[in-house]
């Protein structure tokens, strides 16, 4: 598979989840402020270019399971790979207009 056939399969996956995410966005932005550093913890890679620790990721996964009883579209994020597309989570949920400069 080339570079380009790669492209072809992943970026329409990320614009579906996108799209799917945002259009339960207000929702999920309520519920996550409900609990305590999550926001925090979800855009620490938005917003300081760190990588999750192993400790982080586990704490996000309990946070999205809790979250996915409310929100059932968020399960995607639970399933085997999950953590993989936790970006585009941040990506989506991000509130500022453009990103910081680094």
Known sequence: MTAADEDAVVFPMKSLIKHII???RALILNEASQIHGFMRLLMKQ???DEKWTKDEKAELKRH???LSMYIPVLIIFCLPFGMLLIPILAETLDR??????H
């Open 22 to 24: 945002g259009t339960h």
């Open 46 to 48: 938005v917003n300081t």
């Open 64 to 66: 999205l399971k809790h």
């Open 96 to 101: 500022r207009s453009s990103r910081r400069p």
